[in-house]
Every structure is written in structure tokens, then in C-alpha cells.
């Protein structure tokens, strides 16, 4: 076990080096800093000095090298534009990415759970195709046309909601929250739907197919014949069949949730990580966008590696190969 | 006991409710945030445009831009190269520290420190004399007519409280740790910072001891970036926002008509231009080789009226510019009335060409940024649509700023055909002359001509227009120059872009065309 562990960290730590490798091949093609850094009446020369002072004027490997070494004791440089320590600034920002990624996930499934459950036990109800209707919407609209949509029919026509920001936030320790405030929780509603839509089509229509198949099964049909309440055998045995790939695919999104937060969060000027990364690009703010690159390969790689130890916790078929390899 | 408190409890929010209804508060947005507080870390519009509202200068613009007193009560000009400047007194900083000669010295001397990006405060300036607590000399390095022009934005901060804050110098990126002038501030203007998020939240409060009278009635000013276009006027819309820049020019209708809001517009500074690389024998992106088109007066002409600005005008900028004739504002310069703009003539541009040996036309890349100048990419797409109407075949390849400013300014100027925007930061025709009419040189003349066209006679004129003090004198020279350049096609300047503004109709402010923003002239009815 422990060395299964060991393995896969090491292999993960391999992983990363790759996408910091990648990541900063790629960062010789987004444009040069220094024009970004600088006003226009600046002179060549100053901007050549700066260029020599941010050492953009070494080989690819010693830029390379010099941010891996200060990336593995936790140091990712300061940003060009804001002049601040970066990881300081990323930490500043994870809690509303957070906050709207675990709103929007919850939101997902509180929504789109019961959705599928209606629409698999009664397939051809009106309010079934209705939501199968809005499925379709819901997955093929682009987020920031939904985001815009909202927008103008909350904010602007009905005024019920703020179209922008995150509300009044509470400090507490260090996490900036919008939990707490009235105005918070009413600045999270049109991010997270948002957010939130494509997994809840998405999980609406896993739910309703996964219900369509457990409900044609053996065991349905037995536990009918024993008479057993209608209540009962959808709930108590055919939906927890249907639980199993719903909760992996859960798992899986919450890395396209963070990815999809970039548009969300700028469409909604939603101060988190995924609207700095966003400025980090069209300022090609380096160190910016190389951290947020490798936080989000690490947690990918951290929810690769759980969902394998839970694998490896739950088929023991994996247990007795190692055990036979080591043997 | 339970009386008292109930008691005290109703006269607090008595208090409150009673605060609330005297409290003005401006909410306001913009499409980013300032990079940084520190006034010598960026030499950019917006940043010292908000940074105004805290920081003060010796001298200051006023809504029509005319330089007019601020930290400096008066000043004059002691000897061709030395400027004596008198300092206000019972001026104080936000923290209470009082302002005097030393802090002037100390701000121009961090001005040209490693890590500042307003050595232009510096420029022509040999060195700062201190001559009493309220009296400051500048020696200059030749006569100077122009000195106070780019002052406006070169603000004076306190000496004390950088030194012992660690802000003595300005921020550098290499050093890997935070200033603390970066999220701080402590000027002597009109506002104070009470707290900062960047590109979050930016709360003011009025500066009770501001050495000026205040014309504002606001109490609270909030401030936050909006980058999505669409949100921003959806702010505006929805009212939680009192104002707002810039406004996309298809939105400025629906502002308009929405019922409590409108645009302001109004024309800016900044001068909008294609450029032709007329320095190479041979262009980088074309198909005419061995010798290079844009060298042949003809040819520059027959662009100029091959480009029908008008139709940019009404179709592109929605009327939102001001077709340009000069290579600057003609609010920037007394003579531009004598100045006018060629119509549009596609037969004669096609008959130049056929003149210039080019009857079929040619070919030629075009670079243009994306994302810098209002509809900068559509500009250029109209213009290449123009183009083909006289055999012009333009390959446009159109980038966000970032790759764009890399790839055509120096060193690696790796453009034929390009579109630029230029506002001289001191609202002088020297400022235009010198950075893009001007001869390249390796002595910073030229830097931002990436046409490489050179004039003898338009340098020289250049060099006297610096240091001639008579305005009348000056003026004809720069008309002269003005002239050499047009007749030479040297640039084909297309237009001055707009400013597009918008608030509630219960708001009241002055649009600078600068496009800078003093909420000192904001009121809330």
C-alpha cells in the first residue's frame, strides 16, 4: 500500500514538472512582459535594462531551472503587474473560487439529481420533456451567454440581483467569505447557477439513464413482485444503483468547474483565481500564470491520485496483483 | 439597565438612519484596475489618472487641461535654465505630515530611481536645488519652454512615511518582495485610500484637511473594475453604478435610451495612424521584391486617398471619431485649422499606383493590435476591404496587444504596414515631432517611428521647437514641420478616437480628454 502511494506521488511529481514544462514553452509565444510593464513613453533602453533585470535574456533551461528551484520551496516569484508575492495573491483569491465552485457543484446536484429521477420514472410526461428541453439548453449554450443572459434578466430588467462582484465579504482568519452576508449570498446565486448549469444537464441526463437502465433490471422486477411501495424501490433500491457513476463523474468535474470558473468569474467580475489568471494572460503576467497552472495541475493530479487510492480501497483485485508482483 | 441599552440602541440607529441619508456615495467602474498606488510604477492613463485624485503635483490640469497650480503656488522662470518653483504652505499629507521642499526633492529623485516608469519627470532636468523649506530650484540641461507639461502626473509623496515605510525606492519586480507604497498611499489630495483590493474594490474617502476647497459633495467613493464589456453596462443599467468607462460603442444607444442613464462622448487626444516601412530596401511582407513600394511618395498617397475615413467614421466608430489630418489632436495645436484632410479619391489612388509602376496593385502584410484602440481590429478591416477597391491585396494579421506591441516595436520592428495610436503625454506638438515624425536615432529620437521616414529639415525644426521660448515663433515652426509631413505622406493619420463616458443623469462631472477622471468634480443630486 505505502509504496503504491509512494509510486504514484513520485509519478505525480513527474506530471507536474511536465505541465511547468509545457507551461513555460508556451510562455515564449504570449508576448513580452516588458511592453505590458511600462508605459509607452518609456525608452528602449530602460526597457532593455528591465528585460536584463527580470532575466527574460537567458536560455529557456536557466529561466526554467531558476522556477522550478523556487517553485519547490513554495516561491513563485512576484507579478509583473501587481508587484505582490504571486502566492500570496492566490491564496487572497482561492476562497471565492471555492465558494462558487462548491455552491455551483452543490447546486448541480441538488437540482439535477431529482430532475433525472423524475424524468427516468416518467419518460414521457410533459414536465419530463420540458426538462429534457432545458437539458439541451443547458449543454449547448456557451457559459458567458448564459452568464450575459442572466444578467440582463436579474440585474437588469427585474433588478433582483447584483450583476457583478461578490457582495459585502466577512473575514474570518484569513478566507474573505460571502456565506455570511445577505448581500453575499445574493451575489452567488447568478455565478453559481451559471457555473452550475452544464453539470446539472449533465447529471440530469446520466441520472435519468442510469434510472432507465436499474429500473428494467431483475431485482426491480422481484422486488415488485414482492409488493414492495413504489417509493421504496425507487429510492431505496433503484436510485442508490444510480449513485455509483454519478458520484465519479462528480469527482471528474469538479476539474472542468474550476476550468469553466474562468469564464463565469469574468463575466460576473468575480474576484477569484480563475479571473486573475485571465488578466495574467492579456498582461502576460508570467509568474501569475505559471502558478495558476501548476495549482491546477496539482489538483488534478491530487483527485487522479484519490480516486486511484479509492480503487485501490475498494477492488481488491488490485490488491492481490500487488501482492502477487511483490510476492 | 434594559432601558438604557434599549435606549441607546434607538439612538444609534436614529444615528445611522440619519447618516445613511447624508451619505453620497459614488459607485463607479472602469474595464481594470490600477496596476499599482505607487506613483512612479506605471506611466499609464488610468493609474495616474485614479492616482490623481490622491497624490497632487506642483502643478496640476484643469478640466480644459490648461496647467494650472497644485502643490507649487507659483512659479517662474529665473534664467533660460533654471525654473524657481514656491511651494504652498500649511499643506499637509494624509497622515498629517507636513509638505515641504524636501519631499519635492525626495519624489523626483525616487522619479528617476531603478524601477520607476516616470523618468519623463526627470527629462531636461539637471538637478533639483532645495533653497528653503518652501522654495525649489530646477536646473535644467538646455531652455526648456515646456518643463511643467508632463508634471501634472508626476506626484509628490511624502518622504518621511516612504523611508520609514521601505517605499523609498519604487517597486522592482526583482527584488521579489512587496513595496508597501504598492496597496498604501499617502498624498495631499482631494481623497484618501481607506481600503484596497486589487481588481477588486477600491474605497476613498474625502480628505477633510485638503489645502483646496472641495467641489464634490460626495462622502464615500467606491470603485471597482468591471472587465466584461456587457457587465459593465449592466451595472450601469441596473443602477448599481453611478458611472462608467469606457462605454462600448455599440452599447452607447442603449445606454442613451435607457431611461436615467446616458453616454457622454466627447473626442480624446489620442491620434489614431497607420504607418509604411519606408526604411527597408526591401519590405518584410510583401510581394514585391528588390525594392520597397512604401519609398515612393506616390504610393503613400495613393493609400491616404484610397481610405475613405468617413465610412470608418459613420460605420466602424458609429461617429464616435474625429477624422485627423495632423498626426495630433487639433485641440493640441493653435495652427491645425490650416490643416485639411484629402478626400476620398479611389480613381486618383489608382492612377498614382499605375504611376508609381504598380497598375495591378501589390501585396502587403498589415500588423494591428486586437485589443488597444476602440475597434482597432474593424479599422483594419475596413481599411484592407479599401485597399482592394485599388488593387492593394493586404494580408491583415491582427493580435492582442501583448504579441502585437512585441512584434513591431524595436528592437525587433518586424512590421511593413501597421496601425498605432499616439497621445503626446505633454500635450505638445515637441512630444509628436520628436518620438514619430522624427529621424530613428540611437539617441531616443524616434523611438516610436517605426516607419523609419527621416527628414533633415523636420529634426532640425524638431530640436528648435525645444527650446524656443517665443510661442508665436514656435508655433510657425511646428507648422512647418507639420507641413514637410504631410506634403511627404509620411504617416496616414486616420483619426482621433472618441471618449465614450456614461452615468446616471443624478451625476455631474467634467470629461477630461485625456480621458482621465477627477472625482473632485463629481456631485450627486
Known sequence: ????????????LIVMFFVAFVAFTMFRYVGDPV??????DTSLVQREALRERLGLNDPFIMQFGRFVLKALSGDFGISYQHKRPVTEMLLERFPATLEL????????????IPMGVYTGLH???????FFMMFSLIGISLPTFL????????FAVQLQWLPSFGRGTVIEIGGWRTGFLTISGLKALIMPAITLGLFQLTLIMRLVRAEMLEVLLTDYIKFARARGLSNKAIHFGHALKNTMVPVITITGLQIGSILAFAIITETVFQWPGMGLMFLQSIQNVDIPIMAAYLMMIAFFFVLINL???????????????DAVKAHG | MKKIVATLMLITLIGLVFSTAQAKTFRWAFQGDAQSLDPHSLNETFTLGLLGNVYEGLVRRDADLKIIPALAAEWQVVEPTRWRFKLRQGV????????NADDVLFSYGRAKMEGSDLTKCMATVKEVLKVDEYTVDFVTTTANPILTAEWSSCYIMDKEWSESNGAGSPTSVTEGK????????????????????????TVLKPNKHWWDTAQHNLTEVIFTPIGSDATRVAALLSGEIDMMYPVPVQDIQRVNSNEGTSAMLGPELRTIFLGMDQARDELLYSNVKGKNPFKDVRVREAFMLGINIEAIKKKVMRNLSAPAALMISPSLFTHSGQFSRPAYNPDRAKELLADAGYPEGFEVGMDCPNNRYVNDEKICQAVVAMLAKVGVKVNLLAQPKAQYFAKVLRPKWDTSFYLLGWTPGSFDSWNVLYNILGGPSEDGRGKFNLTGYSNARVDELTDKILVTTDAAKRDEMIREAYQITVDEHAYLPLHQQGLAWSKKDSVSLKQRADNQFMIYHVNLN
Open chain 1, 1 to 12: 500500500m505505502a509504496a503504491f502511494i509512494i509510486r504514484r506521488l513520485f509519478q505525480s
Open chain 1, 35 to 40: 511592453n505590458q510593464m511600462v508605459g509607452i
Open chain 1, 306 to 320: 484519490v480516486v486511484d487510492l479509492l480503487y485501490y480501497v475498494v477492488d481488491p483485485r488490485l490488491r492481490v
Open chain 1, 146 to 153: 448564459i452568464g450575459i443572459l442572466l444578467i440582463f434578466l
Open chain 2, 92 to 99: 499637509t499629507f494624509h497622515n498629517g505630515n507636513k509638505f
Open chain 2, 178 to 201: 512587496e513595496n508597501h507604497a504598492t496597496r498604501h498611499a499617502n498624498g495631499t489630495g482631494p481623497f484618501v485610500v481607506v481600503s484596497r483590493e486589487t481588481d477588486v474594490k
Open chain 1, 123 to 129: 419518460r414521457y410526461g410533459w414536465l419530463s420533456r
Open chain 1, 101 to 112: 465552485s462548491l455552491v455551483s457543484a452543490i447546486f448541480s446536484l441538488l437540482v439535477g
